[in-house]
């Protein structure tokens, strides 16, 4: 049985992408609810909405809660995927060496599979194929020149015009590995039918701004 960890953004779904797409069947997306904003693991705005995505596409899906504190969120993270039963489990991890070595651990100790297909994709073309595949918009900045006028943008071919030109001037991560943004997928190939935001809002916090989905529903495409 294959689980994936799913957070709703163009990291995790495009993994679950891959993965399906080489032929293999997962049967169960799991996304972590955490009480910290602040999660060195855990993405937390419109997380809910991820049993959206999953009804989108017709896949199970289980939400698990989590303190989301440094290093004890990994015991819940763990009683997630083994109470799940799963015998293999994909992330979206692409560079972070913090995530990835402490989900393989996890999984080692358990005899599971880690499948991780974005690890060390190249940036350009990870966003590429969002950009072309995806209907994903950018839902968190918290980084030095990712201001409001990214959120709630789509990522497409300009945005990524000007992500490559921060990450010239700030060295910024421009997959967001590095907590500099977070996004959310409204639509991709294995969607049955598209998410339609009704409402939704910006919260500002110091350095940082949240797109807020109030209201949303899935339509036909």
């Not at 049985?1 to 032929?23: N, P, Q, Y």
């Not at 009683?79 to 994909?90: D, F, L, Q, R």
Request: hydrophobic share 40%; glycine share 8%.
């Amino acid at each position: 049985m294959i689980a994936c960890l799913f957070s709703g953004g163009k990291d995790s779904t495009l993994a679950l992408h891959k993965v399906v797409e080489s032929g293999r069947k997962v049967d169960l997306l799991i996304s972590m609810i955490s009480k910290n904003d602040y999660s060195y693991m855990f993405h937390k705005p419109n997380v809910m909405l991820t049993e959206m995505q999953a009804q989108a596409m017709g896949i199970r899906h289980e939400f698990f809660k989590t303190e989301g504190e440094k290093e004890a969120e990994l015991a819940d993270l763990e009683a997630a995927i083994v109470g799940s039963k799963a015998t293999a489990v994909i992330t979206g991890a692409t560079a972070s060496e913090y995530q990835k070595k402490r989900i393989e651990g996890i999984c080692v100790e358990h005899g599971i599979e880690h499948i991780a297909p974005l690890w060390h994709i190249d940036p350009l073309e990870e966003l590429t194929e969002v950009s072309e595949r995806f209907n994903a918009i950018v839902t968190r900045v918290a980084a030095e020149g990712l201001d409001d006028t990214f959120l709630g943008k789509r990522i497409d071919r300009g945005m990524i015009r000007r992500l490559q030109a921060l990450r010239d001037k700030y060295g910024i991560n421009m997959t967001f590995e590095g907590g500099e943004a977070e996004s959310f997928v409204l639509d991709a190939p294995l969607f049955k039918k598209k998410i339609e935001i009704g409402k939704a809002h910006i919260e500002q916090g110091t350095g940082e701004g949240t797109y807020m989905i109030d209201d949303a529903k899935l339509v036909d495409k």
